[in-house]
């Protein structure tokens, strides 16, 4: 490439325009290279006119020739090639300068590994430029040492150890850098991995966000719908009512009505019975729970739900309980388990679901990991949609009749922080008497 009357070398050796600028030379010439190696150098300085004016500046380095960086067996043959060779410390620059109008400024050693490499060579043909580039290294040569025939004897006669043990150290540092580049090799495909799995979540974390705004939507439909509303409605407020044992007791407090005479939908109940729990729903978040009532509060609200007796599942005689969910954001609010008996305590699935007050939706499920039983996957995968069919009416017959609740938390952990504030209505679901809270 040609560049304002310079030539730039990239990815392309130098080495025949050295020749060609040499073999034309009617002066003093210079050669700085730290690293030296045949046939590269030879013949780059027999090329040259005049011998006796070409000058080769190198490092005299033992490091190098032990590790064959630059051969001194080289050095060796210049000499007898009548070469003047001089020893410049700390050389790193690769320079050859043939005045009047030619230098080379780059990367490329005199050695065979520089015509292979990826190396760049600027050439200069101003002669200007060559001139002030030719004073700038005078001090260089000013200052360098020749380089005799003793120095060279002494150099290869001690070398031989310490280039055995440079071999030695060589492969040590080739192993490592193959391993260093395996290792980074499994390290960019672990993130290739682990960003493929990312972007597989991504996916599933969206489709699961678009069946929570699904799954919310027809909820609100379905309360609209499906669920009888009570028109009369009590405001409560969550605060202590009393102490207990280790600490105050928390409970949603009507401000003035009775709670169990919460008028309910037209023919139904008169007033919901003191001391029994209802199932109770949070409008705003769909979180529901098992609330027992007295005449003026909430204290106790159950987590769980446990079916009296058996279910017949797809054949199977089946235990089933519920759980509500502590935190609806995931998309879930009712947890549905189910044990086949006839295997005892082995296995049981654990079906995540969402509770619309009309009906269950599965979104996932689990076996337990520690009773894994491949008959219950069987079971579970051949009998899915008949799963999700019964536990809507297993959870209604559970609610209505054969309920077992442990009540297991006050009314704070359920409604909230004290002086949340609530409207509550009494409903009902399929004949199935209910208690809704609305946030205010």
Known sequence: MTNGGNNIYVRKNVVSRWKGELNRAEGRSAIFSPYLTRPVVTGVFKSAKSNSHCEIYTLFDSEAFASGASDIRTLKKLKC??????????????IVIIPPAFASVGSQNLT???????????????????????????????SAIEITNEMIEDMIKKLPPLRKRIRELRQQLTELNREIEL?????????????REAAAKAIVEANRQRQIVEDRRRTAKTWNSRITHAQVSVRAKVKATSKKRDGQLISLVASSSDLTKLTLPGGMVPHLVPFKSYLCIIEDTWRLGFARLVKTRITFVGRSLRRRGTS?????????????????????NLACNIRLTRLEFLSSIAFDCWFDGSRITIHRS???????????E??????????AANLTSTFLSAVLHDQQIELSSDAEVFFGARNTQYILFGGAWENCPMIMARRI
Do not use: M
């Not at 520089?114 to 000013?142: F, K, M």
């Not at 689990?366 to 219950?376: M, P, R, T």
């Open 183 to 195: 290792e980074e090799n499994g390290r960019v495909k672990q993130r290739e991995t682990d960003q």
């Open 112 to 142: 065979k590994g520089g015509t292979s490499r990826r190396e760049a060579t600027v050439v200069i043909t101003d002669p200007n430029t060559v001139h002030y580039l030719w004073s700038e290294v005078q001090p260089w040569c000013e």
């Open 312 to 332: 017949i599942i797809g054949g199977e005689d089946c235990e089933v309980w519920f759980n509500a969910s502590t935190d609806t954001s995931s998309g879930t």
């Open 81 to 94: 090639l009548g070469a003047k060779i001089y020893a410049v410390t700390g050389l790193h620059a690769k």
């Open 378 to 387: 069987t079971w579970k995968n051949e009998n899915t949609e008949l799963i």
């Open 366 to 376: 689990k076996q337990s990991n520690l009773y894994f039983n491949e008959d219950v």
